[in-house]
């Protein structure tokens, strides 16, 4: 007999809850049902009761939590509301899934992961580019051994965008803003993936904008990250790289290397209205595949590595329904979240006092 499906409210009617929850949710029609979202000043050109007629309509998170029917809650809102949210939906009995980044402190997420526990209800975060292409296509190199030893490892989120932009949440300084929270909770999420918890991390945040944002959140950082018998890991993401091509992945080994340029193509994809299962979604163009080197009789020796085609994002939830019926593990656990919010804290620590900071440190 089908189980039916999960009854959903999305919290939030912003960026992340068009292209990235709400179309994947929609697509997984026998797994997910959207019963109500939370909009709190919908206009003429952005009203969600208009984009998604039958669907409720909410003007607070406490109306949505306070619904009976709702199994699943997606907060999608601003990072320093998370921990709230959450804290409410799992005590109101509901599941939860929240954007990155989790919440803005390891506290938070130590008491997150205890309510979850004593609730018996399924906590997790969206980390959507462990399934970006060349993330599993990366993985599959490592996989196949060709590089060797990994000696270094790094990966970048570099953008050029030297002007400051227009006053968003994303730019003011608050818990949770600023670009290791944003792009560098996706990078350090797939280092700690691929090695696990570092031993050492040597912070350096910053702000490179020329007009520096009054009390604006940093825009730029630079983390090293050491392992022990393990290879060096630079995560990176500058705002000022004016390059025609910006480098994500370069890989070195004793035995060959791995380069790749550009970021995956599931978010433009998303934004300009296509969806999983559409021809070409998710799928790199040749001229962004990666360059593989090996040693051939003693000599580097280059060669184009197609990226592979991904599962895309829709893995996140389809993976997340598993779990909901107890099939499988949550697709994020939140330990891993949380112990990324210690590379966090500890690059932090790093960057204000000019160290190296142990992971072994409280």
């Not at 009854?7 to 929850?21: E, T």
């Not at 462990?130 to 989120?157: K, N, P």
């Not at 070409?280 to 000599?299: E, H, N, Q, R, S």
């Amino acid at each position: 007999m089908t189980s039916k499906p999960f009854n959903v409210a999305i919290i939030g009617y912003g960026l992340s809850a068009k292209v990235f929850h709400i179309p994947l949710i929609q697509g997984l029609p026998s797994d997910f049902k959207i019963c109500g979202i939370v909009q709190r000043s919908p206009k003429a050109n952005d009203d969600a009761g208009k984009d998604l007629p039958g669907v409720k309509i909410w003007r607070s998170f406490d109306e949505a939590n306070a619904e009976k029917d709702v199994d699943v809650v997606v907060v999608t809102t601003i990072p320093e509301t998370h921990f709230d949210m959450c804290k409410a939906a799992l005590q109101a009995g509901k599941h939860v899934v929240v954007e990155k980044p989790f919440v803005p402190t390891l506290k938070e997420a130590d008491e997150l992961l205890k309510i979850a526990t004593r609730t018996g209800k399924l906590l997790t975060v969206y980390q959507n580019r462990r399934w970006d292409a060349d993330f599993l296509t990366l993985q599959q190199v490592l996989r196949e051994g060709s590089l060797g030893e990994i000696s270094e490892f790094e990966t970048h989120y570099d953008r050029h965008r030297p002007d400051p932009p227009p006053d968003t949440w994303k730019v003011r300084e608050a818990p949770g803003h600023g670009s290791i929270f944003d792009l560098g909770t996706h990078t350090i999420d797939q280092v700690y993936c691929l090695f696990g918890r570092p031993q050492g991390v040597t912070g350096f945040i910053t702000t490179q904008r020329r007009e520096k944002i009054p009390g604006g959140a940093h825009d730029s950082h630079t983390l090293i990250l050491q392992y022990k018998d393990g290879p060096m890991v630079t995560v990176k993401a500058a705002i000022v790289s004016p390059e025609e091509k910006q480098l994500r992945y370069w890989i070195r080994g004793t035995t060959g290397s791995f380069k790749k340029f550009g970021v995956d193509v599931q978010e433009d994809q998303l934004k300009a209205g296509k969806r999983p299962g559409d021809e070409g979604f998710g799928v790199d163009p040749p001229g962004l595949y990666g360059t593989l080197t090996k040693i051939v009789g003693g000599m580097p020796k280059a060669e184009t590595f197609p990226t592979v085609e991904p599962k895309t994002y829709e893995e996140f939830y389809r993976l997340f329904a598993k779990a909901l019926r107890g099939e499988s593990e949550v697709p994020v656990k939140p330990e891993d979240a949380k112990a990324c919010l210690s590379i966090i804290e500890a690059a932090f620590l790093s960057s204000r006092d000019g160290r190296t900071v142990s992971l072994r440190e409280p």
